[in-house]
């Protein structure tokens, strides 16, 4: 449409109704200017109203941003915390299984040095029954001539 409008959301003035309240007489045009006044004032109104309305929007959004910011600073510092104390027990439990593993090879040498040591003495026990069995014999052998 080629005419413009002052658009309020009571009434419409278009260009020509504004032209129109020129020829007028100065009471009529006095009463004109007044329902403008009106209006304008009522945009206005309705403008502040508006404006308040996304005022407290953006209030209540600040203070939710605030209180987001808060926890994530919270979170962060707790995610610091948990990562530094995940660290140092990661740390421990591979000290721990070095300290298994060197004890597990410590203990097999140990059990090989006993089993070695246990057939040595099996075989030296052996041998002196033997030793002790053959002097007895002979002994016995010498007595009975």
Not at 4 to 9: A, G, I, L, R, S
Not at 32 to 52: D, G, M
Not at 59 to 78: H, N, W
Not at 112 to 138: G, I, P, V, W, Y
Request: negative net charge; contains cysteine.
């Amino acid at each position: 449409s080629s005419s413009m409008h002052f658009t309020n959301p009571r009434r419409d003035f278009s260009k020509a109704e504004l032209r129109s309240a020129e020829g007028l007489p100065m009471s009529q045009q006095g009463a004109t200017l007044q329902s403008y006044n009106n209006e304008l004032v009522k945009c206005i109104e309705e403008l502040r109203r508006r404006r308040a309305e996304l005022n407290q929007q953006i209030r209540e959004e600040e203070e939710e941003k605030m209180k987001l910011e808060d926890q994530m600073a919270g979170l962060s510092e707790r995610l610091r915390v948990v990562s530094d104390s995940l660290e140092r027990k990661v740390a421990a439990r591979n000290e721990h299984d070095r300290t298994i593993a060197e004890t597990e090879e410590a203990f097999m040498k140990i059990l090989e040095s006993s089993q070695t040591l246990l057939h040595m003495l099996k075989r030296d026990t052996s041998a002196l029954s033997s030793s002790l069995t053959n002097a007895a014999s002979r002994h016995e052998a010498a007595h009975r001539l």
